[in-house]
């Protein structure tokens, strides 16, 4: 048994698409080899049995003098333990490729799907200011696959391309015609075929284009379906999406063209091969050179050759389709991160016995979060002081900001995310055990858990989850409420106690009772340590050591909750909301 994914996927060959897939046959060699053996051996035997049966044929039944047949018992029962023999074999290679040809595929699509999902861990947003969201989705979701494919159907090749050599070497032993026609027409078959494979291959390479368009626009469109819906855009959206399924839909109308005369001249070359053999084999059994034993073979082998030419035709195909996969995968790959291991590491920050927390700036804006300070950001447009946050956090990594003096963007993103932790106004839960939600890397005590959601005043999402602590969490915690999540979110950033937290709307979904304790626990918790709240809320600033007000995206005013209010009428009107 295979433990998938595997732990390490080995590091993706990047210079071309067939060394990409070159590079993914390498790294499972040993089951490719093995469902190959298995493949040979399943190939054989099936096409041995016609070539046993018509021995049998001669052997087991002899003409007598007086014209009449003579059953040979002892040879007959020969020839049937060796068919039986070969039916068994041919069961349980097939059944053992089989397993090897699935291993293959997932090994493959896994390997793939972990080489997109650790570039897009180091790499961040710089993939998707290059590549389409719905590009990236659909390089998992569809691209991996196509790479399996390729791999599956290598242990099938390998039997059909041995099993197709035994038939023309017996063939042309038998009889040089038959084995000639056959050593001709196969190759000719498969050229013809591959003719048609080509243009399968253009037009598969343009319905992936459409389709991972058609996937970007649903994703844009349902990352923006509150604000189409409080613009009334819905329809204009949801026409440009059926137009664009239209088109997705024609191309695919296109490949099924193509795909289905492929189909019908795999039935009809083969077809018309054993034809052929068939034919040829009859005259030749009637002119005597051939016994009828061996046109009972010739014809059997005639009809077994579809299976390998239909084989090498799939093979063909896969393989274009998964040359188009492995070039989209390349498209995300390629797509050079940040920061590579290694750069700058600042002073380690706040640390118990006196040590001083890290400053950070954002010189885009002028917002300081000093050492050791809650600094609150507010404007009048949330958005700015979130994307002030991002640009700290460095979820957007078009960002000059600087921890310490060391701009963050040098900073390998493992260390900087043990050092600086961003929480947004939505965080992300996992189904499954809270606790595992709450503390991911296992490294608190239940007792410190505990005080963290005591320090979010999230106790009652904790009392909703049955079984607490130690209960399952539904899908995106769906089954709390909006203010629960984000306590929970809030508790599970305060847990990490890194050296900078900031937070993004921390209380924008629960009453004002709930904000007040998670104002004043948060003071307490946060108390010397580095901390960058963006919120409006007036409860969140009065327990702030400063604010900094924000017009057009830059600085304009900061001070204390109080002074602003009393000498800076823009902020006024941004905390009361227009209220005096």
Do not use: N
Not at 337 to 365: E, M, N, Q
Not at 469 to 481: D, V
């Amino acid at each position: 048994m295979r433990d998938l994914p595997v732990p390490d996927p080995g590091l993706p060959d990047l210079r071309g698409p067939w060394r990409y897939l070159g590079g993914v046959a390498r790294a499972q060699w040993r089951t490719l080899v093995w469902g190959s053996a298995l493949g040979v051996v399943y190939m054989v035997a099936l096409a041995a049995i016609p070539v046993a049966l018509g021995r049998g044929l001669d052997d087991g039944f002899a003409t007598a003098a007086d014209g009449s047949t003579v059953v040979a018992w002892p040879s007959l029962l020969a020839w049937a333990g060796v068919l039986a023999g070969l039916v068994l074999l041919q069961a349980v290679a097939g059944t053992l490729r089989h397993r090897a040809a699935v291993s293959c595929w997932l090994q493959s699509m896994y390997r793939v799907t972990q080489h997109v999902s650790r570039h897009l861990r180091r790499a961040g947003t710089s993939v998707t200011r290059q590549v389409p969201t719905g590009e990236v989705v659909a390089t998992v979701a569809s691209d991996a696959d196509k790479v399996g494919g390729a791999m599956d159907v290598v242990p099938r090749f390998a039997g059909s391309l041995a099993a197709a050599v035994a038939v023309a070497v017996y063939l042309l032993g038998t009889s040089p015609t038959l084995g000639t026609v056959v050593l001709v027409g196969m190759p000719l078959c498969v050229a013809v075929l591959a003719l048609v494979v080509r243009p399968l291959h253009t037009r598969q390479h343009a319905q992936r284009e459409v389709a991972g368009k058609l996937t970007t626009l649903g994703a844009d469109t349902v990352a923006g379906l509150r604000v189409l819906r409080g613009l009334g855009g819905e329809r204009v959206f949801a026409d440009r999406y059926r137009a664009r399924s239209a088109t997705v839909r024609r191309a695919g109308e296109e490949v099924a063209r193509v795909q289905a005369v492929l189909e019908g001249l795999q039935v009809l070359l083969p077809g018309l091969l054993t034809a052929a053999v068939v034919w040829l084999g009859a005259r030749a059994a009637v002119g005597g050179s051939i016994s009828a034993g061996e046109l009972v073979a010739f014809y059997g082998l005639s009809a077994f050759l579809v299976m390998p030419l239909r084989t090498g035709v799939e093979a063909l195909e896969k393989w274009a389709r998964a040359h188009v996969g492995a070039r989209k995968v390349l498209t995300v790959l390629r797509v050079d991160p940040p920061v590579l291991d290694g750069g700058a590491d600042p002073a380690a920050g706040r640390r118990p016995g006196g040590a001083t927390a890290p400053g950070l700036v954002d010189p885009g804006s002028g917002v300081a979060l000093r050492p050791g300070e809650i600094t609150a950001i507010v404007s009048a447009d949330p958005a700015e002081a979130a994307r002030v946050a991002a640009r700290l956090g460095r979820t957007d990594d078009d960002t000059l900001a600087e921890l310490d003096g060391v701009p963050v963007t040098s900073v390998p993103l493992r260390r900087l995310r043990r050092r600086v932790v961003l929480s947004e106004a939505e965080p992300a839960l996992f189904s499954g055990r809270l606790l595992d939600t709450l503390d991911p890397w296992r490294d608190h005590t239940t007792a410190e858990v505990l005080a963290a959601v005591d320090a979010a005043s999230a106790q009652d999402a904790v009392a909703s989850v049955p079984g607490g602590l130690s209960g399952r969490l539904s899908e995106r915690g769906r089954s709390l409420s909006g203010g629960q999540r984000q306590r929970l979110g809030l508790a599970r950033a305060l847990l990490r106690d890194p050296d900078v937290l900031l937070l993004v709307e921390p209380t924008s979904a629960v009453d004002a009772h709930t904000e007040q304790r998670v104002a004043t626990r948060l003071r307490q918790t946060r108390a010397g340590r580095t901390t960058g709240v963006a919120t409006a809320s007036p409860l969140l600033l009065a327990g702030a050591d400063r604010v900094v007000f924000l017009v057009d995206g830059r600085v304009a005013a900061e001070g204390g909750h109080e002074e602003l209010l009393a000498t800076v009428p823009g902020y006024r009107r941004t905390v009361t909301r227009g209220e005096d």
